[in-house]
């Protein structure tokens, strides 16, 4: 009976516990209802239990917030609210993502022995706090009061807080400095720079607990300041090159730019504005309309600045008109040229005809007819042929030139070169009867033949021919041939074209040998030579004399054959004959000459030669009787007489300095030269010399040559050799180069010389830097010059060593 007691006992204790962990209800059996705050876009997850269930079983459902019952759909499903048996005993509702819209009462309704028990969660979303019209970047402008925007939205007014990050996050509190306004953000008191930095603003929802926060960086703005607007080249740049204008400022945040063009100098529709963040504007190929004035208004939150700057565009000069011209001979044509450019291009003219000394009549005048363009205009009062030929017209201006050839064409009637013309002729002589002239356009030619006591007949025949040979050939002239006497008589040249006509006559007349000569005189008679005085014809019914002929023989030979020996002269020569043998007698003729032939001889001539004298005097190598030297070592020389009897043993020579063309006797030298040459070497420089040169052979002296030699007013010839040059300039490089390496000695202590005197020096003073670097400070192969001097762009260097001095130089040392 204990024992059961014990047991029942037991089972109580038990069964309490049971309920103790089990809520001591196996289904809940009275109507229960609680409320559950779920943050918006989460799940929700609740059980209905019934662990004992009625004698009819497990009861369970779920209803909706519109007691619409849930089905059990189970995981996977794609419904938002679905239910699921956990097992036999356990019913789950499950909400994937909890909504405002989803939001109510959820119950659990279960039936325990016929009566129906219903529990009730009431779900009820909230939303988390969010951010609204808020930066992340904000700027505050230096001086004023500036608010930091912070707005926060959410199931309530959110409380918002303010911190700073100034090593750490620090709460601020209102005061002096800040006040905090919920609603909007942070006032910011009198800003300086040192206010910008990170802010971390939070709201927090005070019924859900639920908070957020936002760094919200603050820069400290600054009005711009313009340092200037710098243009790259230049601010006068040549049209084609590329500019950039660059517009200097400074300010926080970084301002924007606004360019304009607001010159006057161009018109209204070439004048723009633009807005654009960076601060320059190039212009890849700068064109005449891109010159004017700039201005750069540099703008951001805190305010703006603005600067102007002037470009000017240099344009090359370029010829705009300059025509070829045509113009009738009296006219008074203009011939214009026009040039533009920037600056306005200098504009003139040149004449590129023939050359011409009528120059009256011609006028030209020069203006201005723009800013860029200049215009040149040459006036004729009455044009002339001569006026005819090219015009160059030159433009220019300080960047480049320009040229352009223009030809201006004379319409002209033809002008002959002479009126009248005399030609002589015979039989077998081709005569060209020329009718050149000048025309333009081209002249037509016709000839007319007026004979002397001729027939009517003959002279239509030979009318007849000249219009054939005029019709064969395209030149001035035609080539008549005298083959009868019919030929001479007087011809008529006439020239015409559409602006008039010219007339020349040419007399043909027969021409006939000269007539004999009647005065001939001996000038002089050497051994071997005898020189003659020809006086021509005074009258020649022919063309002029050009010459002398000669015909000459000994006399023993004279009267024996007809062979003799001639020598023909050109008129205004020495008449001399030459290579004669001394102390013989000889006989000699002269007849004159002309184109047409020889005329008859004269009557023969004695004369006898002298017996055997002196050799021929020499002939100086030059042209004329006076010499311009090149320098003193210029050499002259002279040939050899042709004939002498005996050889000539050596020259004689005396040169005498001359002042105002007077010979300095006093100052005369002579030389005896064996050969036929002398050079200039004790000639003075700047001075003229008076030069006597006489042959010398047993029979005596030659008669003398004279040469007048003139020295240049300096020296012309190198100094020196080549060898002698390269050597000085060897000699000059390395004076040069020792010199260079004695300043580096004094200056660095560096170079040849220093390492040679201070080889030793600086062993020492390395062994003692070692002894006195206790700290390894100074590392094997540092120097004091070069990249080991230079500190890292990362680091700081506190001391220096010099290796050559032993100094420490740097931040702390006591240098």
């Given at each position: 009976?204990f024992v059961?007691?014990y047991?029942k006992?037991c089972l109580?204790?038990?069964l309490?516990l049971?309920?103790?962990?089990k ?15 779920v943050k918006?876009?989460s799940?929700?997850?609740e059980?209905c ?8 079983g497990?009861?369970?459902?779920w209803?909706d917030?519109?007691d619409?019952?849930v089905?059990a759909?189970g995981?996977g499903?794609k419904?938002?609210v679905?239910t ?6 356990v019913?789950g509702l499950?909400i994937?993502?909890?909504t405002?819209s989803i939001s ?5 309704v279960?039936?325990f022995?016929g009566?129906?028990y219903t529990k009730?969660?009431?779900?009820e979303?909230?939303?988390?706090p ?6 992340e ?6 001086g ?6 912070c707005?926060?939205?959410g199931e309530?007014d959110?409380?918002?807080s303010?911190?700073k ?6 709460e601020i509190s209102?005061d002096?400095?800040y006040?905090?306004?919920?609603s909007?953000g942070l006032?910011i ?7 910008g930095?990170i802010y971390k ?5 005070l019924?859900t607990?639920?908070g ?5 960086k603050?820069?400290?703005?600054y009005m711009p ?6 243009a790259?080249?230049?601010a006068?740049?040549?049209?084609g090159?590329t500019?950039t204008?660059?517009?200097v400022a400074?300010?926080?945040p970084?301002?924007e730019y606004i360019w304009r063009?607001?010159s006057?100098?161009?018109?209204a529709d070439?004048?723009?504005?633009w ?5 320059t ?11 004017g004035i700039y201005?750069?208004?540099a703008?951001n ?5 603005t600067?102007e ?10 010829i ?8 009738i001979e009296g006219?008074t044509?203009?011939?214009?040229c026009k040039?533009i450019g920037?600056p306005?291009?200098?504009v003139?003219?040149t ?5 011409s ?11 201005n ?9 040459l006036?004729?009062?009455?044009v002339?042929?001569?006026?005819q030929g090219s015009y160059?017209?030159?433009a220019?201006?300080?960047v480049?030139?320009a040229?352009k050839?223009?030809y201006?064409?004379v ?8 009126a009248t013309e ?7 002589k ?6 050149e002239n000048?025309s333009?356009?081209p002249?037509q ?5 007026q004979g002397n006591d001729?027939s009517?007949?003959?002279?239509v025949?030979?009318?007849n021919?000249l219009e054939?040979?005029v019709?064969?050939t395209?030149?001035y002239?035609i080539?008549?041939?005298i083959d009868?006497p019919s ?10 074209n559409?602006?008039?006509e010219?007339?020349?006559t ?12 009647k005065n ?6 050497t ?6 005085a ?6 020649v019914n ?6 002398f002929?000669?015909?000459?023989d000994?006399s023993?030979?004279?009267d024996?054959t007809?062979i003799?020996?001639?020598r023909?002269w050109?008129?205004?020569?020495p008449y001399?004959?030459d290579?004669?043998k ?11 000459v ?12 004695e ?6 004298s002196a050799?021929d ?9 006076s010499l311009i030297?090149?320098s003193?070592k ?14 000539i043993?050596?020259?004689a ?6 002042m ?10 002579e ?5 036929n040459e002398?050079e200039?070497t004790d000639?003075?420089y700047n001075?003229t010399?008076?030069l006597?040169l006489?042959a ?5 002296n030659?008669?003398a040559?004279r040469l007048?030699?003139?020295?240049p007013?300096?020296d ?10 390269i ?5 000059v490089?390395?004076?040069c180069?020792?010199l260079l390496d004695l ?16 080889k030793?020096?600086?062993?020492r003073t390395?062994?003692?830097?070692r002894?006195r ?5 100074l590392?094997s ?5 070069g ?5 890292p ?7 220096e060593?010099?290796k050559?001095?032993?100094?420490i130089i740097g931040?702390?040392?006591?240098v």
């Open positions: 009976m059961k007691r047991n006992s109580v204790a038990v309490f049971c309920c103790l962990i809520e001591c209800v196996t289904c809940f059996t009275e109507d229960e209802s609680e409320v559950t705050k918006s876009g799940s929700f997850y059980e239990r019934c662990d004992e269930p009625g004698p009819t497990v009861h369970l459902k209803f917030i519109n619409q019952e089905i759909l995981p499903t419904s938002n679905y699921e048996w956990i097992d036999e005993k019913y499950y994937s993502n909890v405002k109510g009462a959820y119950k659990c279960t039936n022995s009566q129906q009730v969660f009431n779900i979303a909230y939303d988390l969010y951010f609204v019209n808020t930066a970047i904000q700027y505050l402008v230096n004023k009061d500036e608010l930091v925007i707005e926060a939205r309530t959110p409380f918002i303010w911190h990050d100034k090593d750490g996050f620090i209102d002096d400095k006040e905090i306004v919920s909007k006032i008191r009198n800003v300086t720079k040192e206010d930095g603003c939070t709201a927090s929802d019924e607990g639920e957020i926060d936002k760094d919200i603050v820069e400290v703005t300041t313009l340092d200037g607007l710098i790259t080249p230049e006068t740049v040549v049209v090159e500019l204008i660059e517009c400074k300010g926080m970084p301002p063009k607001v006057e100098m161009e018109p070439v004048n723009v504005t807005h654009q963040i960076t601060n504007i190039v212009f890849d190929s700068v064109v005449a309309e891109d010159r201005e750069c208004t703008f939150a805190a305010g703006n600045a600067k700057i002037t470009i000017d565009v240099l344009v090359p000069p370029e705009t008109q300059f025509n070829n011209i045509t113009i006219e044509p203009q011939i214009i040039a920037r306005r291009p200098k003139s003219m004449f590129e005809g023939g050359a000394d009528d120059n009256k009549g011609i006028y030209w005048h020069i203006w007819t723009s800013d860029f363009e200049t215009k040149f205009q006036s004729f009062s009455q002339k042929r001569t006026h160059i017209c030159n220019s201006n300080e480049d030139f040229t050839e223009i201006m064409s319409l002209h009637k033809p002008y002959l070169n002479s005399s030609l002589w002729g015979w039989n077998g081709i005569v060209n009867l020329t009718c000048e333009n356009p002249s030619i016709y000839w007319r033949y001729i009517t007949a003959e002279q025949l030979i009318n021919m054939e040979k019709n064969n395209s030149e002239f080539p008549l041939l009868k030929l001479y008589g007087i011809y008529e040249c006439v020239v015409r559409d602006y008039g010219d007339t020349k040419i007399t043909l007349r027969e021409g006939f040998t000269p007539p004999s000569i001939v005189t001996i000038l002089e008679i051994s071997t030579s005898a020189t003659f020809i006086v021509g014809p005074n009258e022919g063309p002029p004399v050009i010459g002929t000669a015909e000459y000994e023993n030979n004279y024996i007809d003799h020996i001639n023909t050109s008129i205004d020569r001399k004959v290579k004669l001394p102390n013989t007698t000889y006989y000699i003729k002269f007849a004159a002309n184109d047409v032939g020889a005329g008859p001889w004269s009557e023969s001539l004369f006898i030669t002298l017996e055997t050799t005097p020499p002939e100086w190598d030059v042209e004329s009787e030297a090149a003193n210029q050499v002259l020389s002279w040939k050899i007489p042709e004939y002498t009897e005996e050889p043993d050596y020259y020579l005396r040169y005498c300095p001359m105002n063309s007077i010979v300095q006797d006093d100052l005369c030298q030389e005896i030269i064996k050969s002398f200039l000639f003075k001075t010399y008076s006597e006489i010398h052979n047993p029979q005596g030659s008669s040559s007048y030699v003139i020295m007013a300096e012309l010839s190198p100094m020196l050799s080549a060898g002698a040059f050597g000085l300039s060897v000699v490089v390395f004076i180069l020792l300043l580096f000695l004094l200056w660095r202590r560096q170079g040849i010389m220093a390492k040679c005197c201070y030793k020096k600086n062993k390395e062994d003692s830097l002894s670097d206790k700290k390894g400070l590392k192969g540092e120097s004091t010059s990249e080991s001097m230079k500190r762009s990362n680091g700081h260097k506190e001391y060593y010099d050559t001095t032993g100094v931040k702390h040392s006591a």
